[in-house]
């Protein structure tokens, strides 16, 4: 019986949780570095940003291919909706900021460095529509740092207070 995701899902869901860490910490130092730097820091975020996208879609991707293992003892039936809703609030939230950044991008006529690479203009640039878009993109962000702390959470309480095997089965071992 399958008692664990699989590794590879193991592997991308802590490497998202690391380049989400590196994408927050970006835009949380841009106040703090010297002038000259914002823009290297800026282009850190996006970047980052841009391969949680990818990390998501692979994932997605593997979820189609592999079992998910069975929670000891089971959830209730509602619990386990809530955890389904849950975790598709996620995929749909780091989904759509990156999107919603480089849209930002786009429509301010932002130059900016994909690994190396100079994205070209691909939009008409509006600053109506950026201003808008740059605002969702902010409060979805923000909104983010509540999504995965009540997602660990609940893994904690999973782990600690009902005693079930949850968090074990996103955990690398044999
Ligand atoms: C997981 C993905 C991402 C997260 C969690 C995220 C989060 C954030 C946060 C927290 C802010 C600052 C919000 C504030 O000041 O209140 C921000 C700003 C911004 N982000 Fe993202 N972001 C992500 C991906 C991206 C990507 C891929 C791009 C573009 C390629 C992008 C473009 C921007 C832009 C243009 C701003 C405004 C920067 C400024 O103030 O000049 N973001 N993002
Ligand atoms: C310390 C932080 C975190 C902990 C302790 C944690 C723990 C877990 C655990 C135990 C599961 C399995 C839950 C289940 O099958 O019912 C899970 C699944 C999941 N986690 Fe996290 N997680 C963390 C951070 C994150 C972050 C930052 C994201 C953002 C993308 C995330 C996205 C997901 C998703 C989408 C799933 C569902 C996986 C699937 O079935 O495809 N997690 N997490």
Redesign the pocket.
């Known amino acids: 019986m399958v008692t664990r995701f699989a590794k590879s899902q193991i592997i991308l869901h802590w490497l998202t949780l690391l380049?989400?860490i590196l994408?927050?910490s970006a835009?949380?130092l841009?106040d703090w570095v010297p002038e000259d730097n914002i823009d290297l820091i800026?282009n850190l975020?996006?970047?980052?940003?841009?391969s949680?996208?990818l990390l998501m879609i692979i994932r997605l991707c593997l979820r189609q291919l592999n079992t998910v293992p069975p929670i000891t003892p089971p959830l209730e039936a509602m619990q386990a909706l809530g955890a389904k809703v849950f975790h598709w609030l996620l995929y749909l939230l780091?989904l759509s900021?990156?999107?919603?950044?480089?849209l930002?991008?786009a429509y301010?006529g932002?130059e900016?460095v994909?690994l190396g690479w100079q994205v070209p203009q691909w939009v008409t640039p509006d600053p109506g529509m950026r201003s808008l878009i740059?605002e969702t993109?902010?409060?979805l962000?923000?909104t983010?740092y509540f999504i995965i702390g009540a997602h660990t959470l609940a893994a904690l309480y999973h782990h600690y207070l009902r005693g079930d095997n949850t968090l074990q089965r996103m955990m690398p071992g044999k």
């Open positions: 380049m989400i994408t927050y835009m949380l841009k800026k975020h996006f970047n980052f940003g841009l949680v996208f780091f900021l990156p999107i919603l950044g480089m930002a991008l301010g932002k900016w994909l740059k993109h902010e409060t962000a923000n983010g």
